[in-house]
């Protein structure tokens, strides 16, 4: 008898062990479940972070550069030669390192092919339509210093939102284009486009011939 009921206990105790180890299965899947359930509910991407945006006062000082052309570029920047072209000695190369930017440009002596330095330009103005929702032609006129040309505003998502060109339509033919060094996002950037766009118009306003 003793040993019957010895092998009664036996069974029964086998059988709730078997049964909670079920149950307890059974709530661990369960519960994995919702929490994986819950991770994909929950879960967003994190937006790309943009750069920090710093405008500094607006100041301006004169271009010490030996160049043919003279203009005020920003206190904030460094004007320098082009370091991808250093055997052109007139073109430079203006930084604007807290908005991560750049100007760029690039002086031709006129020689009967004024047509041609124009039409250049023009062409690589368009270059950037495919991502532009728009390109703006806009003629600069200044009798007084001889200074004639035209500024092409690039809107959208184009990696360069400004350029121009200006002449004397005799001797001498500047080109510049302004750049900013991040993923082109109009959104983004149209502070920043906003507040460089008047330095490259003062630019424009201030050249002159030597």
Not at 4 to 19: G, N
Not at 151 to 162: D, F, L, Q, R, V
Request: glycine residues 4%.
């Amino acid at each position: 008898m003793i040993q019957v009921r010895t092998m009664e206990l036996l069974i029964r105790t086998k059988t709730t062990c078997h049964f909670n180890m079920r149950y307890a299965v059974i709530i661990l899947l369960a519960g994995l479940g919702l929490i994986s359930g819950s991770c994909e509910k929950n879960y967003t991407p994190k937006p790309r972070g943009y750069y920090r945006i710093s405008f500094p006062e607006k100041k301006y000082k004169p271009l010490e550069i030996e160049v043919p052309y003279y203009f005020e570029v920003p206190s904030y920047s460094i004007p320098g030669h082009d370091p991808l072209n250093p055997d052109q000695q007139n073109w430079i190369t203006i930084e604007i390192p807290a908005n991560h930017a750049q100007i760029h440009l690039s002086y031709k002596k006129i020689n009967e092919n004024l047509e041609k330095y124009i039409e250049e330009s023009r062409s690589l103005a368009y270059q950037h339509s495919q991502k532009a929702s728009a390109i703006e032609e806009q003629l600069f006129l200044n009798p007084s210093k001889k200074v004639y040309g035209t500024i092409y505003t690039i809107k959208g998502n184009a990696a360069s939102p400004m350029q121009f060109y200006l002449t004397d339509s005799i001797r001498h033919f500047l080109r510049g284009s302004l750049y900013i060094k991040e993923i082109p996002n109009s959104d983004s950037l149209k502070p920043v486009i906003t507040f460089l766009s008047q330095d490259v118009l003062q630019l424009i306003k201030s050249t002159e011939w030597k």
